[in-house]
């Protein structure tokens, strides 16, 4: 009997594709995600959840559109939700097409998910200081005509933010090219930069994702597009009528509406906590340490994959980045207990090394 070769049945641009890393390992400590490191529970805010099962969610999550409409100050119309923002990333690249230029190193979903629509992914190293290159960035908007621009800010894994004069430079530009410029503000909650948001309404080709998932809800998957209304109409089209589920809407509305106070303690927290890393860190002298707007820091050091293994070993699971970036880890900010730990584990590490 002929054996099927499954993998031959899958389209040529999915045969090629890697599947996004996502393996569990276990560990005392998970600094590898970006996670928030504190456990919110749901009866920390909610005492009962009486939602019917039998019934299907609201296809347009119109309560928590309008709760998530109150924080960020525009209406829920100019809101759409993801069942995570990399569902909102699949939908853009699925509704607007490629080519799709993201500056590199970046969040590996934008290249993914181009590669698994089957369209274009173009990238354009950042500098040195992980700033964009926007000469070299403009050039190829202008020879590539690209339908649509990532711009991760603060940028995974780099940390930083990119500069906004660079940033509105692209946007200006891409107006011209017919470009839509979509700023990806995962970690904007960390960053002392105020964002995009004021900018939504002087240019027309912008949109720009959230999401809850690094403040403390990565479990809910809960992202958002925010962008005028004819984008999202368009986009509306692809989106899968149930793509947020009950529990989600009604969790997500009810910690908005009333556990804020506390999720923004917590962001001060850790961005409390990412200083005084980022100033023990800085102390160690086998290693470089790059400053950071988000949730997580950006080290290079000298065989960084075996770093990475004794941390491990002593039970701390960090992000080893070397496929990336030559040498490198990322560590997500933790509780100051679990910092402590990975901090005294590191310079453990570094110090036996002579
Ligand atoms: C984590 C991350 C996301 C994905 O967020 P989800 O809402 O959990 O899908 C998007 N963009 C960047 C830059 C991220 O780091």
Redesign the pocket.
Known sequence: MNKLKVESLARKNIQKLKPYQAKEISCKIKLDA?ESPFAVKISDFISEINIPLNRYPDPEAIVLRKALSKKIKLSYENIML?N????L?YYLILTFGGPVLYPVP??A?YGIIAQSVGVEAIECKLDKDFDIDDEKFLKLVKLKKPRLIFL?SP??PTGNTFSTDKILKIIEFAQKNSSIVVI?E??QPFSSEKGFLPFLKDYENLLI?R????IGF?GL???YLIGKKEFLHEINKVRLPYNIDSITQYVATEALNKFYPQIKKFISEIIKERQRVYKRLLKIKKLKVYPSEANFILLKLKNSKEVYKKLLKAGILVRDLSSMIDNALRVTIGTKEENEEFLKALETILEEKG
């Open positions: 970006n993801g995570g923002s990399d569902e990333i970046t969040f979903m991760s940028n995974n990806d995962a970690y994702l999401t809850l998932s690094k990565a998957r809960l992202g």
